[in-house]
């Protein structure tokens, strides 16, 4: 079975300052990774995911995520944070079929201006 | 992006009751609709996985005669909460994933949640 680790459920930081949110997996095949991001009061959308090639991926709104393999790691990164990206961050592991996803707790991420 | 409802957003029940949500992918037709539940401060966990025309796979624990799952069409799926109680209550969140179209059929696309209190 997957599971999915994120590892601070809260994150506070300055507007400008550079972010990391840590997410490991646990599944033995090839994996599907994704990030999904919740705004407050809004549902949850799609920030970037890997599937395979290049394990640097860039999504949207400047944030991009690094696929370690032999670390089974799929950090979120942002160099510079604005106030805006205060939300919920979700990551998620889909099998190689893709047939279903299993998400982390969490992260709040909250941003003071 | 590709946009699902739900609805209702939120609903109140009596304990005993049956509560209907419904999802709907507005503007792609959906091979595949999921059910989510999520309780405070966790996070989703995925109840069913259903597809169009055939039977909803449930997950281990989920007890699919008091989570009545009908995907009647390529952009409806309902999730029946049948004889409520209050440990029923939470949030409920659908997602779909595209058949084609123009869209990321490789991604789900998620509505914006029900809550659901069961009294």
């Known amino acids: 079975a997957q599971s999915v680790s994120q590892h601070n459920h809260h994150v506070i930081l300055s507007e400008a300052a550079s972010l990391e949110l840590g997410c490991n997996y646990s599944y033995g095949g090839t994996v599907n990774l994704f990030w999904y991001v919740q705004y407050p009061g809004q549902h949850l959308q799609l920030l970037l995911k890997?599937?395979?090639?290049?394990?640097l991926v860039k999504g949207i709104k400047g944030f991009e995520a690094e696929f370690i393999k032999s670390k089974f790691s799929f950090n979120l990164r942002k160099p510079s944070v604005q106030w805006s990206d205060t939300a919920e961050y979700f990551c998620a592991v889909g099998d190689s079929g893709y047939s279903t996803l299993t998400f982390g707790k969490g992260t709040m991420l909250l941003v003071s201006p | 992006g590709a946009v699902v409802s739900q609805h209702p957003s939120w609903v109140i029940c009596k304990s005993g009751t049956s509560v209907k949500i419904e999802c709907r992918s507005l503007d792609f037709q959906a091979t595949t609709m999921f059910w989510y539940r999520q309780f405070p401060k966790q996070s989703l966990m995925l109840m069913a996985t259903s597809n169009e025309g055939s039977k909803a796979t449930y997950e281990q624990g989920v007890e699919k005669d008091k989570f009545l799952i009908n995907h009647a069409s390529l952009t409806l799926s309902t999730l029946t909460v049948t004889s409520a109680h209050p440990e029923d209550s939470s949030f409920y969140i659908c997602?779909?994933?595209?058949?084609?179209?123009?869209?990321?059929?490789?991604?789900?696309?998620f509505g914006p949640g029900t809550r659901l209190t069961v009294l």
């Open positions: 997602s779909a994933r595209p058949l084609e179209g123009g869209w990321d059929t490789d991604t789900q696309y």
């Open positions: 890997y599937f395979s090639g290049d394990p």
